[in-house]
């Protein structure tokens, strides 16, 4: 019989980033070009199987899609409470929501996060983007040191480039930290 571990996770960045196009690629492997703003959060749901030396663990990943939008900054801290892994993310074609990954994101989340010693990803997203792409790998691999991120992945919703990569590093992540596997 497999082991089931539950874990809360969050999602931050930029509106239109593709928070919520890498959750439903992840959870229900579909991509909607069409952009729909979350209003306030969205919490989606999925199981992963863990393979830790023959054994299975499940990990029941949920995700906490937090709006991005200036209008719910000051209901933000309420969705992060709780949390035990973290994913930040930006858009490849738009320098300013990288800049904010450190400006506006990591600063929000230390400070309202009760145990700041939980993994984060940092993922640049929309990496399919190509002829368009303003920030380099280079300056995220940088950027993921700076905020001491567990690690940097490039992704594409849109493809489904490295999206199971992401929420499955986490889950290993999650069973090292608060199971010592």
């Known amino acids: 019989m497999s082991e089931k571990y539950v874990y809360k996770t969050i999602i931050i960045g930029d509106p239109g980033v593709g928070k919520t196009s890498l959750i439903n690629r992840f959870v ?15 919490i989606l749901k999925k199981e992963i199987i863990i393979n830790d030396q023959g054994e299975e663990k499940i990990v029941d990943l949920t995700v906490w899609d937090i709006a991005g939008q200036e209008k719910w ?29 450190t400006e506006v994101w990591i600063r929000d989340l230390f400070n309202y996060l009760e145990n700041r010693d939980i993994p984060i990803i940092l993922i640049s997203n929309k990496n399919d983007l190509i002829d368009v792409r303003r920030v380099s790998e280079e300056e995220g691999i940088e950027c993921s040191r700076k905020i001491q991120a567990l690690t940097f992945i490039q992704t594409s919703a849109k493809t489904g480039e490295n999206v199971n990569k992401a929420f499955e590093t986490m889950a290993r992540a999650l069973l090292v930290k608060y199971e010592l596997i």
Request: net charge positive.
């Open 73 to 101: 900054k000051h209901y933000r801290h309420i969705y992060y409470r709780g949390s035990q892994g973290c994913f930040v993310v930006y858009d490849v074609s738009r320098p300013i929501t990288f800049k904010n990954v």
């Open 28 to 42: 229900e492997e579909k991509f909607e070009s069409e952009y729909k703003a979350t209003i306030g959060t969205n």
